[in-house]
């Protein structure tokens, strides 16, 4: 099984140095080929209907955090907005 | 047809629905307010937290299925679709794949005079993500507000059924009628409350479907027209030229009117769709399907063709009393209870009615219009109670204030005078005050009839019955 | 016996009683942290002044005659990937090294409803993804019967406190033996409770559909109380189950008279050492004398359920920790131009390998081309492990196996094989896979021996039943013992 790390990786937004590479790509081969061992079953994945989920009435609640609160973690806010690097050109 | 091509186009519609609170948290689903205020740790994708699902949402959603003849899922499943954006927090949008709540429905629509039924692939629930601001003040930077994160939305997807830029936006509008008639969606279009993604392609008679591209940020109905006919004629002179259509997803550029690449199918989106884990099987009984169906009103779609079909009135009127939800509950009235022409009612209704309501910025229920109200009218009118241009003024009254038609009448003295005697005499007297119009008529110049009767209207104040009054003076006349 | 090495149970009495006070008890619990920490390793985080504060008041509770929860006063320490309003939660990652929740995780709620005095935050493997709490950006946690050993993981802060007594008790997290792991490796008593009987609001996901909280204690009738407070249905969480639970503690009876126990043939065979198989198949032995009937059993699809539970909680994980991208809270990379170039670089820096090594892996099971391959499979193989389970206890009470298939290994002896590593959980996976409770209890051992869990494993909601094999098991043989520091 050969994995295009770089391209799963690109997905995943994790950059691999090329000095990691070859080691990463042993060990997902490794590991994907441990997990290889599983028999085919064929059969559909549908939704359980035994786990049925109760579900949340439609009832606003006043907020119980500042935006201060809820911002004070982040790396870069101004004007009580996250800022990131530009996203369009 | 355009240009010797048929046209095959599909819609991704995606609409906010009015709930009080957001899909998957207790936040208000509230619009326009200050940046980042109607947030908490769910919708901000803290870590830790986790999603609970709003069960109108689903009620919605199974309405919106109802009212596009859909098959409802009584279970199905939540899904993650899995990107990276700084408008959307948990770098994945909760939506569904595989088993949608609602599939395989239609939806009439009237092209022309002719009913079209556009297929509906699918409905299903998602969250909505937050928005991005920009400015060159900002210094290569954009700012994020997380207000909009987790407001309920359903994607409604079409079949590739549409033909043409305007019957899309028929299709659109139609759409837009429905969800404010079972009031699940607030329709603000300049809120975004609806958007859609617009799937176009070409292809010549007979010949195989051409390759289809996809066609982001269209957020008006105006602008899905523009930006069809835009993609069209792309397409086409791509083709003409001897070129191919690539499958890609562009963005359409409103202010600029074109649309750009923004990535091939070879770049397309990996989303690595997988169940939702942290929410369980969403299970509806059939009595719950059941009971949304039964509110299920007589929507706007059926109501314009029955208005066209059985009342015979104009497809503009038509389609206009029928998107309102109260224009077309007060005609629907008038014309159950009353006996009057259906055409009576509405040109009431379209017309001085509606421009009122226009110019005030008011609603049916600030006035004391009725429809008990505008059944009275119109058969005062029709008996000849009142004339034309008193009820005119009847309704003006009722506009503003609520009384007795009867009373109005009177007050402004409008009953018109129908007595033969009375209107024998009047016709005499403006006869002999007027010898050379009746010279006139006699030698042969007819339209002296429509002056002398003119002048007997004058004479009784407007109070005269027009029609007896021009066959009293014909038969003095001859 | 000195004060820190007392069970929850004892001390729940003493403070009753008037014979200790809570601040009296925090000040020795803190004073023993002083003493051995530098040894253990345990926290990532102390917080002794809010603790003592936290003490304070319950005395002054106490002192008004309220009635208190048998925990209240206890010092707790918290694994590091539960949220704490106020109170950094690292997961013992880069990526949240100065990450302070505004919010409390519901069992911290309860936890802090109940009276319970919070010690801080104790050191896990990064983002619980690993077997020996060596993946911690911060520190490496030490087995207190071996420093030289591992404690096991990923809540190998929170077993090597409770075995050094720097806790009472402990709350760890178990997604494929998290909890039970440590808890064997540290000589004490970890329980994984069925999925959806504890809330998850608040715990840092790994898995979701995997991931429970529940408590690390030396004796079973501690773990028995501690899960009574944190136990029950959360609105905040659509997976918590509606259920209402016993008081575990007050119904423990120590009664195994006509307990039907299945020993599994999978879980003995090849892998498991020789001293664990022997330990355990006494530990049955003993069970059995006391009044248990044994009985040989099959789960055929043992083999598969590595493969089927590194495969979900790998692709839940990629999904889970895509949130961490440098714009809302945690690391965010010094330098890097563009969005697409920040997103990396804060992730391939706030990340360590292991949480990349699960990242690149659920990412690839559900790419494009591979879901049915690997994702599909490993779900329908769930179904199946979870359906030979259910077989199993229409004929048995309780299921017994080792915990783990070895004793604690060395410090760095598995960390360039990844494949080794996860072997270690081959035991403990199948229960997440099921979502059953499950319970590991100290093996009798000799002195010089490192400690040997039993692994009880019950049906949904089965809590009581175990807790009370494990509590006739622990009457026999002693249970804990205190390592030498």
């Given amino acids: 099984m050969d994995i295009d790390i770089r391209h799963i990786a690109k997905l995943a937004r994790l950059e691999i140095a090329d000095s990691e590479l070859a080691q990463f790509e042993q060990q997902m081969k490794n590991i994907v080929g441990m997990v290889e061992n599983m028999p085919d079953i064929s059969d559909e994945l549908k939704p359980d209907p035994n786990t049925p989920m109760r579900l949340r009435e439609d009832k606003a609640q006043a907020n119980k955090f500042t935006r201060e609160e809820l911002m004070k973690n982040a790396p870069s806010v101004k004007a009580g907005c996250l800022v990131v690097p530009k996203t369009v050109e | 047809m355009v240009k010797g091509y048929e046209v095959v186009i599909g819609l991704e519609t995606h609409a906010e629905l009015s709930t009080d609170s957001k899909i998957y948290c207790s936040c208000p689903n509230r619009f326009g307010l200050e940046v980042n205020s109607q947030v908490c740790p769910v919708c901000m994708g803290m870590p830790g937290t986790l999603p609970t699902l709003n069960e109108k949402v689903v009620d919605y959603a199974i309405k919106m299925g109802h009212a596009l003849n859909c098959t409802i899922n009584p279970v199905c499943k939540q899904d993650r679709k899995n990107y990276f954006y700084p408008d959307l927090p948990k770098a994945y949008q909760i939506s569904q794949a595989d088993v949608p709540l609602c599939e395989n429905g239609y939806v009439d629509i009237l092209v022309d005079g002719q009913t079209r039924r556009i297929g509906i692939t ?93 066609m982001k940020n269209v957020n008006s109905f105006s602008a899905a027209v523009r930006g069809i006919d835009y993609e069209i004629n792309r397409q086409i002179e791509l083709l003409e030229a001897g070129g191919t259509v690539t499958q890609e997803t562009r963005r359409w550029d409103d202010v600029k009117g074109v649309s750009t690449s923004m990535r091939s ?73 009353g006996s009057g022409a259906p055409k009576s009612y509405i040109s009431w209704i379209v017309g001085d009615l509606v421009k009122y309501l226009n110019d005030t910025g008011k609603s049916i229920a600030d006035t004391a219009i009725t429809a008990d109200k505008l059944i009275e009218l119109v058969k005062v009118i029709d008996d000849k109670t009142i004339s034309n241009a008193g009820g005119k003024k009847v309704f003006a009254v009722l506009l503003e204030e609520d009384k007795p038609i009867k009373d109005i009448i009177s007050q402004l003295g409008l009953s018109q005078v129908s007595d033969a005697a009375v209107l024998e005499k009047i016709a005499d007297e403006v006869l002999a005050a007027n010898e050379k119009s009746v010279t006139d008529y006699k030698n042969g110049k007819t339209n002296a009839l429509g002056y002398l009767v003119g002048q007997c209207m004058k004479a009784s104040k407007g109070k005269a019955n027009p029609g007896m009054m021009r066959d009293i003076i014909t038969k003095k006349l001859s | 016996m000195a004060i820190y090495e007392k069970s929850a149970a004892e001390l729940s009495a003493m403070l009753d009683k008037k014979e200790i006070s809570s601040a009296e008890l925090t000040k020795e619990i803190f004073s023993r942290i002083n003493a051995v920490e530098d040894k253990v390793c345990a926290y990532v985080t102390l917080d002794e002044e809010n603790a003592l504060a936290q003490a304070a008041e319950i005395d002054r509770r106490r002192a008004a005659g309220e009635k208190l929860s048998p925990i209240a006063g206890l010092p707790i320490g918290i694994k590091d990937n539960i949220s704490t309003k106020g109170l950094r939660t690292t997961c013992s990652s880069r990526m949240l090294e100065n990450y302070v929740p505004p919010f409390d995780a519901s069992v911290m709620t309860k936890l802090r409803g109940a009276g319970a005095v919070i010690t801080g935050k104790l050191n896990m493997d990064e983002f619980a993804m690993g077997s020996s709490t060596e993946t911690s950006y911060f520190k490496k946690t030490r087995n207190p019967f071996d420093t030289e050993r591992i404690p096991g993981g990923s809540s190998g802060g929170s077993a090597a406190a409770v ?132 009985k040989r059993i099959s789960l055929p699809s043992t083999d598969y359920a590595l493969s089927s539970y590194y495969i979900i909680s790998s692709a839940e994980a990629s999904s889970n920790l895509a949130r961490f991208d440098g714009v809302k809270y945690g690391y965010r990379a010094e330098e890097y131009d563009g969005l697409v170039d920040m997103y990396e670089k804060t992730r391939s820096q706030g990340f360590g390998a292991e949480v990349k090594r699960r990242i690149m892996l659920g990412t690839f099971v559900l790419s494009s081309g591979f879901f049915d391959a690997y994702y599909k499979k490993a779900k329908l193989l769930q179904r199946r492990i979870s359906a030979e389970f259910t077989e199993a206890f229409k004929d048995v009470d309780v299921i017994a196996a080792p915990t783990v ?32 409770p499950a319970i590991s209890v100290p093996c009798a051992r000799k002195s010089s021996q490192l400690p040997i869990g039993l692994q009880l494993i019950g049906g949904r909601f089965a809590e009581q039943t175990l807790l009370n094999t494990a509590y006739a098991y622990e009457k026999i043989i002693g249970g804990y013992c205190l390592p030498e520091l």
Avoid: W
Wanted: charged share 25%.
């Fill in chain 2, 265 to 337: 199918k070879e770049d397309a989106q990996d989303y690595r769709y997988f169940p939702e884990p942290d929410l369980l099987t969403i299970v509806v009984e059939p009595e719950r399907i059941a009971a949304l169906k039964e509110q299920i009103p007589e929507l706007p779609n059926a109501k314009l063709m029955r208005y066209v079909k059985e009342y015979g009135i104009t497809l503009k009127e038509a389609t206009f009393v029928s998107e309102s939800v109260e224009l077309a509950a007060l005609f629907d009235e008038c014309t159950q209870k």
């Fill in chain 3, 405 to 436: 298939p070895s004793t604690a290994f060395k410090i760095g002896e598995n960390m360039d094989d990844p494949l080794k590593m996860y072997a270690t959980d081959i035991c403990t996976v199948t229960v997440n896979i099921a979502g059953l």
């Fill in chain 3, 163 to 294: 075995a050094a007594c720097e806790a009472v008790m402990a709350l760890g997290s178990d997604t494929g033996g998290s909890i039970r792991q440590p808890a064997s490796y540290c000589g004490t008593v970890g329980l994984k409770p069925t999925y959806g009987a504890v809330s998850r609001y608040g715990l840092v996901a790994f898995a979701s559909s995997l991931d429970q909280i529940g408590p690390i204690a030396r004796t079973v009738e501690d773990a028995a109380m501690l899960l009574s407070v944190i136990c029950g249905h959360d609105k905040m969480d659509a997976t918590s189950a509606y259920r209402e639970y016993p008081d575990f503690a007050a119904q423990l009876n120590g009664n195994v008279s006509g307990l039907k126990i299945g020993i599994p043939d999978e879980y003995f065979g090849e892998g498991i050492d020789d001293e664990v198989r022997d330990a355990v198949m006494n530990a049955a032995a003993e069970l059995e004398k006391n009044g248990a009937v044994l």
């Fill in chain 2, 122 to 214: 699918r409905i299903h629930i998602e969250e909505d993500a937050g928005k991005l601001l920009h400015s060159d003040k900002f210094n290569g930077a954009s700012l994020v507000d997380l207000n909009r994160c987790g407001v309920p939305l359903i994607e409604i997807v079409s079949e590739p059924d549409l033909k043409s830029s305007a019957e899309a936006k028929i299709y659109l509008e139609t759409l837009k009628s429905i969800l404010k008639y079972l009031d699940i969606c607030d329709c603000k279009m300049q809120e975004g409350s609806i958007r859609c993604d617009v799937n176009v392609s070409v292809h010549k008679p007979g010949e195989p479907l051409g390759t289809r591209t996809e």
